[in-house]
């Protein structure tokens, strides 16, 4: 029996069925039936064609098997691949979302331990309040005791301001009833030497007596006012305010100054003055040193001139900052030393330089000169004591007064200091329901002056 080939074109089937198991074995078995075929021994044509036939049919179907099978190796080989790069991609993917678990673990766990802080810095802080709210609260009771005592030394002091006022009072109501009984005698006198003058030039003498008597009279009670005024020096020294009595002195202020209307109607005289020399404007602005309750510096901004102020009064500041003012909480001397040359229009000076010592009167002076602008204007306003009445009683009203100044000594210093064109400007004379008779004018005048004349006066100067 010859060799069976295998037809052409198998090749691709067997090489193709190299995966296939199953097509193997078919294969194996259709070549044994066909060799046992060829090997019956009945080599007739009619085997030899069929032989040949179910070879040719055999060749064929395992060709397109051949083919068939490839096309599916080749399907799955590409199922294969794209099997594999799914599960490469889902492996890639798996481990992103481990890392990605990974990181949410390490920020769980980040967040704990901040929590953890968190809860441990608000215990800390829980426990710092706790201690601060310990600490305010003794601070409070603190408070409360100093408070008291404050109240305590308030009511103390005005205990002492009212025995210093009763007193005063005392002396000034016998001093009045002295005046009083002299004012009549004078009274008398003048009124027989008004007689006398009418009866011609016979009793000349006799009216030159008279006259005589009223000088004596006169310098009798100027004698008693100054030694009631050396009492009152000697017994009652100028009083220091403490910084807890601010208010208390505030309080005092309203009630003797007068009201803020009253103060600005006074001050109004001196407004052609600052308009005269351009302070306010394009001189330069207006600094009033002890500036109170800010009375000047409201008439200011009403007519349009710049101002500012200084004062050293807690209680009165806070007033005028409430008010809209600019205002700086100081002593008056001391900010105006501390000010550049030349920079103000007009320093404007009510009512302070009583309160001052000799050598601070003369600092305020050269620092004012100083820090005015050339053309500037200097307005000191203070007590009269040419006003007896003034000199002796009004004055010692405020407790922290220094001193009385005579006109004349305060204009001798502020020209020393290098002012030019210094004048004095009396102000403020009592009522004319005060004044005496007409026809008794000589003497009346005199008297009158000497009680109820100007019961304040000003200094203006001006810088070269």
Avoid at 45 to 65: H, K, N, Y
Avoid at 361 to 377: C, K, N, Y
């Amino acid at each position: 029996m010859s060799e069976q080939r295998i037809p052409p074109g198998q090749e691709g089937v067997s090489k193709g069925a190299d995966g296939s198991f199953h097509l193997v074995r078919l294969r194996a078995n259709v070549e044994a039936a066909a060799r046992k075929l060829c090997d019956a021994g009945d080599q007739s044509q009619f085997s030899s064609a069929i032989a040949r036939f179910l070879s040719r049919r055999l060749a064929w179907i395992f060709a397109a098997l051949g083919r068939y099978f490839g096309a599916l190796d080749a399907y799955l080989g590409a199922a294969e691949s794209s099997v594999q790069a799914s599960l490469a991609l889902l492996r890639q993917r798996a481990t992103e979302r481990e890392r990605d678990a990974e990181m949410v673990r390490r920020r769980l766990d980040e967040l704990e331990k901040g929590f953890q802080r968190s809860a441990a810095d608000a215990r800390e802080r829980s426990a710092r309040v706790d201690a601060l709210r310990s600490r305010l609260e003794e601070i409070q009771s603190a408070c409360e005791g100093l408070r008291e005592q404050t109240n305590q030394a308030d009511e103390r002091r005005r205990q002492a301001l009212a025995e210093w006022s009763e007193g005063v009072n005392r002396r000034y109501e016998a001093l009045s009833a002295g005046i009083a009984e002299l004012s009549q005698e004078l009274r008398r006198v003048v009124l027989a030497v008004a007689q006398f003058e009418e009866q011609g030039a016979g009793e000349r003498r006799e009216r030159e007596n008279l006259a005589e008597q009223v000088r004596r009279a006169i310098s009798d009670l100027q004698s008693r006012v100054e030694a009631f005024q050396s009492e009152i020096r000697s017994h009652h020294a100028p009083i220091a305010l403490s910084p807890g009595l601010d208010r208390l002195y505030r309080d005092f202020q309203d009630t003797f100054r007068g009201s803020k209307d009253e103060i600005k109607s006074r001050l109004k005289v001196y407004l052609p003055e600052l308009t005269g020399c351009g302070a306010g404007g394009s001189l330069g602005p207006v600094l009033d040193v002890a500036c109170g309750r800010g009375e000047w510096l409201e008439l200011l901004f009403e007519h349009g001139l710049r101002g500012e102020g200084v004062g050293s009064n807690p209680s009165m500041v806070e007033m005028c900052l409430a008010c809209g003012l600019t205002v700086h909480q100081q002593d008056g001397v001391d900010f105006l030393e501390a000010q550049p040359e030349g920079s103000w229009g007009a320093v404007t000076v009510f009512h302070l330089v009583e309160h001052l010592t000799f050598d601070r009167r003369i600092r305020l002076l050269s620092a004012a000169f100083r820090s005015l602008a050339s053309g500037g204007l200097l307005i000191l306003e203070t007590p009269n004591p040419e006003n007896l009445l003034v000199a002796a009683h009004n004055f010692y009203m405020d407790p922290t007064h220094e001193r009385p100044i005579p006109p004349r000594s305060l204009e001798f210093f502020v020209q020393a200091r290098g002012f030019v064109d210094v004048r004095i400007v009396r102000l403020h004379p009592y009522p004319d329901s005060y004044r005496l008779p007409d026809e008794i004018s000589p003497v009346a005048e005199r008297l009158y002056a000497l009680l109820f004349g100007p019961q304040d006066y000003a200094i203006l100067a001006n810088k070269p």
